[in-house]
């Protein structure tokens, strides 16, 4: 009877010490998953106050905050810096970098934009103006930018072109247009983007 009553009692002990390691190993498991919870909020707390700080700095060298922004967004901000700079190249310049810019804006663009380009070499025409009377000609950033109007691929732009010298001369300018994404194969236009059915309204005010 002793050796069976021993014997009952080994049983119920190694039972106890069967429910004792499994409760230690889910208290492991637990501590383990909790321990991965905590490491992925972290990560994930860490990466969306990194993202909150992005910015997006183009080709340009101009800078656009960022929070959360799609690749949509994105794309619209690199074509409207990218309309910007075309603006600057085609409307803004002096005699010293005025066939600088307009090279640039030649790569910026397709034939439609060249045929405009062209028009404006004519005598009295504004490039003559610049070049051969030394004026300088300039456009507002902020005034380009606000009054862009870009859906999808199309924009149309209303702006003021100054013309400076002895007097100055204000010009509307309405340029209206749709944007391509192309192979960047120039290193006036490294971007992906070209301007196709370009049209513009010039007129002194």
């Given at each position: 009877m002793e050796n069976v009553e021993g014997l009952d009692t080994y049983v119920v002990d190694v039972r106890a010490g069967m429910l004792k390691n499994k409760l230690i190993v889910w208290s492991a498991v637990a501590l383990v998953l909790l321990s991965i919870a905590a490491a992925v909020f972290i990560a994930l707390f860490y990466s969306s106050k990194a993202i909150d700080?992005?910015?997006?700095?183009?080709?340009?060298g101009y800078v656009y905050s960022s929070?959360?922004?799609?690749?949509?967004?994105?794309?619209?901000?690199?074509?409207?810096?990218?309309?910007?700079?075309f603006?600057?190249?085609?409307?803004?310049?002096d005699k010293n970098n005025i066939e600088k810019n307009l090279n640039c804006a030649l790569a910026m663009g397709d034939e439609t934009v060249s045929g405009y380009i062209e028009m404006h070499q004519q005598p009295n025409d504004?490039?003559?103006?610049?070049?051969?009377?030394?004026?300088?000609?300039?456009?507002?950033?902020?005034?380009?930018?606000?009054?862009?109007?870009?859906?999808?691929?199309?924009?149309?732009?209303?702006?003021?072109?100054?013309?400076?010298?002895?007097?100055?001369q204000l010009y509307s300018v309405m340029i209206t247009g749709n944007i391509i994404f192309i192979t960047p194969d120039s290193v006036d236009n490294p971007n992906g983007f070209c301007i196709v059915n370009y049209t513009e309204t010039y007129q002194q005010k």
């Amino acid at each position: 009877m002793e050796n069976v009553e021993g014997l009952d009692t080994y049983v119920v002990d190694v039972r106890a010490g069967m429910l004792k390691n499994k409760l230690i190993v889910w208290s492991a498991v637990a501590l383990v998953l909790l321990s991965i919870a905590a490491a992925v909020f972290i990560a994930l707390f860490y990466s969306s106050k990194a993202i909150d700080q992005i910015r997006i700095i183009d080709r340009q060298g101009y800078v656009y905050s960022s929070t959360i922004i799609n690749t949509n967004e994105a794309t619209e901000l690199q074509m409207r810096a990218f309309l910007l700079n075309f603006c600057k190249r085609c409307y803004q310049f002096d005699k010293n970098n005025i066939e600088k810019n307009l090279n640039c804006a030649l790569a910026m663009g397709d034939e439609t934009v060249s045929g405009y380009i062209e028009m404006h070499q004519q005598p009295n025409d504004i490039y003559h103006a610049v070049k051969g009377l030394g004026r300088v000609a300039t456009v507002n950033d902020t005034e380009i930018l606000d009054n862009l109007q870009l859906l999808n691929n199309s924009f149309s732009l209303l702006f003021t072109q100054e013309l400076n010298g002895a007097t100055t001369q204000l010009y509307s300018v309405m340029i209206t247009g749709n944007i391509i994404f192309i192979t960047p194969d120039s290193v006036d236009n490294p971007n992906g983007f070209c301007i196709v059915n370009y049209t513009e309204t010039y007129q002194q005010k």
